[in-house]
């Protein structure tokens, strides 16, 4: 076997030199970098948000695979814009720096393995979706898609559709907006919240059948829950008296029906001031569409009678907090 040269031998010397040199450059950079993180978060921590990016740069300029300091760089820059001063070049700058790292954060954090990591990856998609909302950046076209990840990372997160919808419905785009909430509906048939969110929805629209029908459905869900039940009083005697195109057999029908929820509520607590309060709102309703003088009378001192204990509920409740 051939011996290798001087020049050979000195030449993997240096070269194993070399490799021993960066990587005690490399240990020093992660120590540092530790540090940096570690003095960035007290800074965090003490809302020193200018401070704190300034060390998480550090950080990650000396490691920049510290990838849950990319969230907090962002956030720091998050933190110190201010919606009052909104056109001025330094101040849109930390939204821009905001936007950069939020989306680094989510890019890398996204095969995350590690339960905190994870948490930051989902954070970070949140974040970055509010920084494209109204009160921010107020660009829906770009926070659309970030939605429609985490929608995928969590299809049993109604909230994110909830998301989603409304940003639909703002640009005018109702079937989707709908269509949408829908699915929240399919993903999970047992949440009150999207039955609620629904509801809301529709009486946007102006589409009272189905804000009611949403809103029973919310009560099937929650059968002992008696202001589920209450809300529906509540959108009867609302819808009586605020939709002027309605007849009088109308009203006498959404009073009626109003009636029987509240009374479900009260079955389920006899003591619910909110239900006594509004069953005695819409007796008077009720007062308001009747012919006969003697029962619109009996109404009204029953409606009077209601009002009287609700106020005598409120009373005790006040003395023994």
Known sequence: MRAMSGASLTLIAMLTLGTIVSSACAQVGAVQARRSFKAANAEYQAQNYAKAAE???????????????????????????KPSRRGEPANDAMMDKAVENYQLAADKLANATNEVQQTLGKRSLEYLQAAYGADKLNDPAK??????????????????????????EDAGAYPESEQTLLKAREMKPNDPAVYMTLAGYYNRQGQFDK???????????????????????????????????????????????????????IQIKADYVEAITFKGLLLRLQANLEKDPAKQQALLKEATGLSDRANELRKKTAGTD
């Open 143 to 168: 926070a659309e898609p970030i939605v429609q990840k985490m929608i995928q990372l969590e299809p049993n997160e109604s909230s994110n559709y909830f998301v989603l919808a409304k940003i639909y």
């Open 55 to 81: 060390l998480y740069e550090d950080a990650l300029k000396n490691d920049p695979n510290l990838l849950e300091a990319f969230f907090y760089l962002g956030n720091s820059y998050d933190q110190q814009w």
């Open 211 to 265: 804000t009611i029908d949403a809103l029973e459905q919310r009560a099937k869900v929650e059968p002992n829950n008696p202001e589920a039940f209450q809300t529906i009083a509540a959108y009867y005697w609302d819808e009586t008296r605020g939709d002027a195109t309605l007849t009088d057999d109308q009203k006498r029908t959404f009073v009626g029906k109003g009636l029987e929820a509240v009374d479900h509520a």
